[in-house]
């Protein structure tokens, strides 16, 4: 073809530059209009009728003159950066766009460069983020932390700073946005703040859900924890999906196993159930143990988990059975069938102390029923709260909650709500004479944190 094709400059074929008086040769006019039709047909309409069939080359261009632009504005269009990459300018400025996205996970330590910028890393253990220095990494470089495993330390620099401090801790489980502005770093500040007011203990101390209840299967040895949550100030934990633990074991990973810190099942006990999370994994488990405070709990099984805080707890009865109940909202449990106390139990004008069917190890807001019989026809008892120290039944003293007989050897009936002692213990006195008395125990308040 008479075009070049490096150059595109179109040469005619030798031949076609008449002369007056010349006779044509045919061929090689007929050679230059058929090139002509090839060049025309080979030409881009400027009307768009017809699109381009091979790569269109542009000039290289710069910022300020972009080798495909505009006619009315030249100093915006497209031009070819250093290395080969694709430039954008913009009435003659360039147009930063960010690098694709890059997802790495970190297992240990790691020093961010120039090259992750707009990266996202997860780090799956505790480690030390070292920041390369702000002037290498420049201004509008940014990077997405995820700490996933662990805290990760964040260390800018030298001096260099991060929100204007030396250091960022980022708590396991959180993200931070990273931004550089060429001289410090950055976060975006939310999930910072996020963190810092999950992390405090202002938050506060609460129970969602998991409610406790025994098991359909295996109700004397199995409880059943519906999905939920838990927190105690910065500790935190989430089931998605109901839960079993058995007092027929020791501790165990997962639903369904055994759940004891230590030791076997014992007749008659208190068990503390405490929700526990993974720490590997943020997972939700719950161990169970006869201390009434985090303390107190054998932790030999539990390596790797933190435990978060008390959800509930069970009974057992004589023959180390899990006593049936039904758990209600804000802690409120009731024996499904309920617990007889004392049986014709004798009392008189002498406070005494009687030790319910309740949790041990905390003061429990006892749910009772009385009967009271005795041969005075005046006569009335009073059942109070320990704390209260030894009150003295009778109209003109501290009063009553059963009575007054009204035949003698008669019956009166009572009930209350009423405060133990840690040692399961409530206070009772008559206001004169003896007599007898029956305590039915319904179940009792066990407060958790539940608000409904």
Not at 155 to 161: A, C, I, R, S
Not at 261 to 286: E, I, W
Request: hydrophobic share 40%.
């Amino acid at each position: 073809m008479p075009r070049n094709p490096s150059t595109g400059v179109y040469s005619k074929p030798a031949g076609t530059t008449p002369s007056v008086g010349q006779v044509i040769d045919p061929a090689p006019w007929n050679a230059l209009t058929t090139d002509l039709g090839n060049e025309i047909t080979n030409s881009l309409p400027r009307d768009g009728s017809a699109p381009m069939i091979a790569p269109l080359k542009a000039a290289g261009g710069t910022v300020s003159g972009p080798g495909l632009g505009f006619a009315s504005t030249p100093q915006t269009g497209l031009y070819l950066k250093g290395g080969g990459l694709l430039g954008f300018a913009q009435n003659g400025v360039d147009v930063s766009f960010d690098q694709a996205l890059v997802y790495a996970a970190k297992s240990g330590d790691y020093t961010a460069l120039a090259s992750d910028g707009n990266a996202v890393h997860r780090f799956t253990a505790a480690a030390t983020l070292t920041l390369s220095a702000a002037s290498t990494l420049g201004a509008n470089w940014h990077y997405c932390v995820i700490a996933d495993g662990g805290d990760v330390t964040i260390d800018p620099n030298g001096v260099e700073t991060i929100d204007g401090a030396a250091t960022l801790v980022l708590k396991d489980g959180y993200s931070v946005n990273i931004i550089c502005s060429g001289a410090a770093f950055f976060t975006n500040k939310l999930f910072a703040r996020i963190q810092s007011k999950a992390d405090s203990a202002a938050v506060g101390d609460f129970v969602v859900g998991l409610i406790l209840s025994n098991n359909g299967t295996n109700p004397n040895t199995h409880i059943d924890f519906t999905a939920g949550s838990a927190r105690s100030g910065s500790s935190f934990v989430a089931s998605a999906a109901s839960f079993t633990k058995r007092v027929t074991g020791t501790f165990a990973a997962g639903t369904g196993a055994g759940g004891l810190d230590a030791g076997a099942v014992a007749a008659n006990a208190t068990y503390f159930a405490y929700a526990l999370r993974k720490d590997a994994d943020l997972s939700f488990d719950v161990v169970l143990s006869s201390s009434a405070t985090i303390g107190g709990i054998t932790t030999t099984l539990l390596t790797g988990y933190t435990i978060v805080k008390c959800i509930g707890v069970v009974l057992t009865d004589g023959s180390s059975n899990i006593r049936p109940f039904v758990m209600y909202p804000r802690d409120e449990y009731t024996f499904v069938t309920p617990v007889k106390d004392a049986v014709a139990a004798a009392i008189s004008t002498t406070s005494t102390l009687l030790a319910l069917t309740v949790p041990n190890g905390l003061k429990i807001k006892a749910k009772l029923r009385f009967e009271f019989s005795s041969s005075a026809t005046t006569n009335a008892a009073l059942l109070s709260d320990p704390a209260q120290g030894a009150l003295v039944a009778g109209a003109g003293n501290d009063g009553a909650n059963v009575g007054t007989i009204q035949v003698a050897s008669g019956f009166a009936v009572g009930s209350q709500e009423i405060w133990t002692n840690t040692s399961r213990q409530i206070r009772m006195i008559l206001g004169g004479s003896t007599g007898s008395i029956w305590i039915w125990n319904d179940g009792f308040h066990f407060p958790c944190g539940r608000s409904s």
